[in-house]
């Protein structure tokens, strides 16, 4: 979604990805236009470096990928176990800086995981050098192992416990371009630096040293020497006097790194390292980096003002030349179709997109209530146009929703596409949307609150779920064309007046071409709904959609949050482990919803659970497809197969933490996922 430009002082300015063509798309500029808008972008970005030119934050710069030759035995299990593991790692990082963890239970498949950031970075720093290298280590998959070098950070998984490795055959070293320093004594200065360091490093209680030399008036070096943890003392000093014997060979380069399995020594003529003693130098830093973020945004924003007030102004153009994909002409048919609506009579029917009218929120847009002349209902979503999918998004919206009908999906009735921003307009739904229903805060003073609570009985649960399962094995298998969702949960099914379920929000959602297996896609959903095979290879199936209606099926039943249900319960654990912990022990009924107890038999509710426990399997080849689901949850008489174990059944302690990106990964490694609040939802998409 964003690419950085470098500009001087070596600061970076973030500004939206192929500028030019989003102009094109959108406005049809001419390319005087673009050029005037390109150059006052860097003329602020500029501004803005200047203030930033000391705030280089390289720490997630790679420095190594190493990957090992072996192959995994069980790729889809070891793949699970590895995700989470991380999961784990990356709790543990938040909290301290180092984290340690094992998953699985055959030794075959079972994964382990550890991961450090070197002291110099503050937490938030680590945090995200933890997210950089969480997107790197994967690339090594199915490999048995691999290991990760960034700036800041180490991230390690294998197949049996390396913890107390030191050293082994795959320790490198990366040094910088050699024969680039002249001053006389750089070699003593630095062999001199690296001694003190790696003798002092494993005496330190964090097994951390840093410091820096000055070789003249003009040149300085600066180094630091850091083991894992995991290490004893010993492991330490033989960790470090290795890298020692090692980095001296990158003399008389200006920089040089040893990557050992259990240590780093590195140093460089730059400043890589904030002082630890310096907060105050931290402090200003990450004021500098707020100063870059905040003229960026302000930047952005006089672009994007510019260029609509242009755009509004300049006379309509003719000619595919200046479109060349040929969104004009996608748009001038759907102006002339039955489906078109016009852009005043859609915000006087919001009253001006009142927010007294607002019902909901994905991660594309805002819905608003809106009411026709005719008295005709009307549910209307104003597309966000600040990003670069708003083009693709909307098309795709428009285009595979008109294509579907079925009882079970939310109709499109049209759209807007000649006023200043994308409308979508759908039936209107009276009784919004499922987690309205499940998990907000009720006031049993007030009567409709009191409503909601008792309205969703057993039956009209069990009504919900099966018009769900049915709308997707539509969509699946029955639609003129295969569709994946990738983003069912209880906040898009909406419930019309008599509590029936229609699936909504298909602006993520993706078709198949005839006899092809899977889409290799930017990763997209809501986190906590994501199969682990998605997450970790992007590789799109309609299994991923069983998974996410499993996890549906399980709020349902429980009554909780899936991505909030960590810190609800007594002992730490996600839904997902919850349940799988009750099917083990036979005590399911044990997490029912209590407002269901007493309204069905435990067979029943115990059969139901056990449908989401098979739609949740770690391996997606186990999951059935959405016509059998449909089977086993109207089907009374037959046996359900039993369900093998779930993936993150063994994450504990605090919710779940994003990986650095609803980007559009939207969303912050020190934030707890997005969760449905207000009938608000957030979506997230992460190019791979």
Not at 483 to 509: C, M, Q, T, V, Y
Not at 516 to 532: D, E, K, V
Request: hydrophobic share 35%; aromatic share 8%.
């Amino acid at each position: 979604m964003f690419e950085k430009k470098r500009l001087r002082h070596g600061a970076y300015f973030i500004l939206p990805k192929s500028l030019n063509s989003i102009l094109i798309h959108f406005l049809r500029p001419s390319p005087q236009m673009v050029s005037s808008i390109s150059t006052l972008v860097l003329l602020l970005a500029t501004i803005s470096s200047v203030t930033a030119a000391t705030a280089n934050d390289n720490y997630t710069t790679l420095l190594s990928l190493n990957c090992n030759g072996t192959r995994a035995v069980n790729t889809q299990s070891f793949d699970v176990n590895f995700v989470d593991a991380m999961e784990i790692i990356s709790q543990e990082i938040a909290s301290s800086g180092f984290g340690m963890a094992e998953s699985g239970e055959n030794a075959t498949d079972k994964a382990y995981g550890l991961g450090q950031c070197l002291n110099y970075l503050s937490n938030v720093d680590c945090r995200l050098c933890y997210s950089q290298s969480r997107v790197q280590l994967p690339l090594c998959l199915p490999s048995t192992s691999a290991r990760v070098y960034l700036n800041g950070c180490f991230l390690r998984y294998g197949n049996y416990n390396f913890s107390e490795e030191a050293v082994d055959d795959l320790d490198s070293v990366a040094c910088g371009s050699s024969g680039n320093v002249t001053e006389v004594g750089f070699r003593d200065g630095a062999n001199g630096l690296i001694q003190n360091l790696t003798n002092g490093a494993y005496e330190d209680r964090d097994y951390y040293k840093e410091g820096n030399a000055t070789i003249s008036s003009d040149v300085k070096i600066y180094g630091v020497a850091q083991c894992w943890r995991s290490l004893n003392k010993s492991g330490c000093r033989d960790c470090l006097e290795k890298a020692r014997e090692k980095i001296v060979g990158c003399f008389p380069a200006s920089e040089g790194a040893a990557l050992n399995a259990g240590c780093v020594v590195r140093y460089s003529m730059n400043p890589f390292y904030v002082a630890s003693s310096a907060s105050s130098g931290s402090s200003s830093a990450t004021r500098r980096r707020a100063l870059v973020a905040t003229l960026s945004i302000i930047a952005a924003v006089l672009v994007i003002g510019a260029a609509i007030l242009w755009g509004r102004r300049r006379p309509p153009t003719n000619g595919d030349s200046e479109n060349p994909d040929g969104s004009s002409e996608i748009l001038r048919l759907i102006s002339e179709s039955h489906l078109s609506f016009k852009y005043d009579d859609l915000r006087k029917a919001t009253k001006d997109f009142d927010l007294g009218n607002k019902i909901g929120q994905g991660g594309y847009g805002s819905v608003y209530k809106g009411t026709l002349p005719d008295g005709r209902e009307i549910a209307v979503k104003r597309l966000f146009i600040n990003t670069t999918q708003w083009l693709d998004q909307f098309f795709n919206e428009v285009n595979l929703i008109s294509q579907v009908q079925h009882k079970n999906l939310v109709k499109l009735l049209g759209c807007s596409v000649e006023g200043p921003e994308s409308l979508l307009v759908y039936e209107y739904l009276c009784n919004t949307s499922l987690d309205r229903f499940l998990f907000e805060p009720l006031d049993l003073t007030l009567q409709s609150d009191s409503f909601r609570k008792k309205a969703l009985d057993w039956g009209k649960r069990s009504d919900i779920l099966v018009g769900t399962a049915e709308g997707l094995a539509y969509l699946h298998e029955a639609s003129e064309v295969r569709i994946i969702h990738r983003d069912i949960k209880a906040s898009n099914i909406l419930l019309d007046e008599r509590l029936k379920p229609k699936i909504a929000d298909f602006g993520l959602a993706r078709y198949f071409a005839e006899g092809q297996s899977h889409l290799s896609t930017g990763l997209a959903g809501t986190l906590g709904y994501m199969a682990p095979e998605y997450v970790v290879h992007g590789q799109l199936t309609e299994k991923a959609d069983v998974y996410s209606y499993g996890i549906l099926v399980l709020e349902v039943l429980t009554g909780k949050k899936s991505n909030s249900s960590v810190s609800s319960s007594t002992e730490s654990q996600s839904l997902i482990s919850q349940v799988w912990g009750h099917f083990n022990t036979k005590t399911l009924i044990q997490v029912l919803d209590l407002d269901l107890q007493d309204q069905c038999s435990e067979k029943e509710a115990i059969n139901v659970f056990q449908v989401g426990l098979l739609c949740t399997q770690a391996s997606p080849n186990l999951r059935p497809p959405m016509w059998k689901v449909v089977e086993m949850l109207t089907s009374k008489s037959k046996d359900l197969p039993l369900p093998t174990q779930p993936p993150f059944v063994n994450v504990k302690g605090v919710e779940l933490r994003s990986s650095g990106s609803e980007s559009s990964m939207k969303g912050s490694s020190s934030s707890k996922f997005p969760v449905s609040m207000n009938r608000m939802s957030l979506s997230i998409m992460q190019g791979r």
